[in-house]
């Protein structure tokens, strides 16, 4: 068997094992350079370039330094005695292997040691003429007043009097008859306030207007409150009949007696719909 120039060729001498063949691996010019007992010239090649390794590995591993051995630089040294063993007093000399000079583990380290490292960059130190403007003190931050918080500049203005009515008229406030059949107590609130009369209190109101009083002020309701009087004064007086034309509904526009109105608990409470006391303010 032939690889790489060097042949396996089985040997006349027979081992003391039978399940191996002596083998002689011969160079080109047919000089054995070894003899490896193998169990055919496959394995005896195999066997005999991983001797060529051992021998690499002695020729460019570099001996441990007897002063500054590391931890395992007895085991590295044997290895490196076995593969010069193995190569044999005749191919050693051949190669040079009896006269290298393995270099020193301590150089090796020296040659590898880590730069030093540089030192910090140094701080600059502040411009001549310049002002440092971290070491002066942080100027207060402005704090915004809202508008409402904020003292007035001339003294307040009193609130303006309240208004001071004893009578209204009928066509300023749109005073006017409203059919109690149209109204439910589910409607919601509109823009008039309403109000339940007798037929002849109402014809005056129409005439000559409403006259305010706090010591007797005009009830006021919202429209889902009138069916509500009208069952009460339907109850007292029986007058359900269209005939019985004794109660009256009026109404007038809200935004005109707004400031002259006040609630009346009472009233709301038993009714369940806001009710209000026409005062004159």
């Given at each position: 068997m032939v690889r790489h120039g060097f042949k396996a060729r089985p040997s006349v001498l027979a081992p003391s094992d039978k399940t191996r063949t002596l083998f002689r691996i011969e160079d080109t010019d047919g000089r054995v350079?070894?003899?490896?007992?193998?169990?055919?010239?496959?394995?005896?090649?195999?066997?005999?370039?991983?001797?060529?390794?051992?021998?690499?590995?002695?020729?460019?591993?570099?001996?441990p330094a007897p002063t500054a051995a590391p931890p395992h630089a007895a085991a590295l040294q044997g290895s490196i005695d076995m593969a010069r063993t193995r190569l044999g007093p005749r191919l050693g000399p051949r190669l040079g292997l009896d006269q290298l000079k393995l270099p020193a583990i301590a150089e090796q380290q020296a040659a590898r040691s880590p730069r030093p490292r540089r030192?910090?960059?140094?701080?600059?130190?502040?411009?001549?003429?310049?002002?440092?403007?971290?070491?002066?003190?942080?100027?207060?931050?402005?704090?915004?007043?809202?508008?409402?918080?904020?003292?007035?500049?001339?003294?307040?203005?009193?609130?303006?009097?309240?208004?001071?009515?004893?009578h209204l008229d009928a066509d300023?406030?749109?005073?006017?008859?409203?059919?109690?059949?149209?109204l439910q107590?589910?409607?919601?609130?509109?823009?008039?306030l309403y109000h339940i009369a007798g037929a002849q209190r109402a014809d005056a109101m129409?005439?000559?207007?409403?006259?305010?009083?706090?010591?007797?002020?005009?009830?006021?309701?919202?429209?889902?409150?009138?069916?509500?009087?009208?069952?009460?004064?339907?109850?007292?007086?029986?007058?359900?009949?269209d005939a019985a034309a004794g109660i009256v509904v009026l109404r007038l526009k809200r935004f005109m007696v707004d400031?002259?109105?006040?609630?009346?608990?009472?009233?709301t409470r038993s009714s369940g719909t806001p009710c209000y006391f026409l005062t004159g303010g």
């Open positions: 350079v070894a003899r490896i007992a193998a169990p055919d010239a496959t394995r005896a090649m195999a066997l005999f370039w991983r001797r060529q390794g051992c021998r690499d590995l002695a020729a460019y591993l570099p001996a030192g910090a960059a140094p701080v600059p130190g502040p411009v001549p003429g310049q002002d440092d403007l971290f070491a002066r003190p942080a100027a207060p931050m402005p704090v915004s007043v809202p508008v409402s918080d904020r003292a007035p500049d001339g003294p307040a203005e009193p609130p303006a009097p309240r208004r001071q009515v004893t300023t406030v749109q005073l006017t008859r409203v059919h109690h059949r149209g107590p589910s409607d919601p609130p509109d823009s008039f129409l005439r000559d207007g409403l006259t305010l009083s706090r010591r007797d002020p005009l009830l006021l309701t919202e429209r889902g409150g009138v069916p509500y009087w009208l069952s009460l004064l339907a109850d007292d007086a029986d007058l359900l009949d400031d002259l109105i006040e609630d009346d608990p009472d009233s």
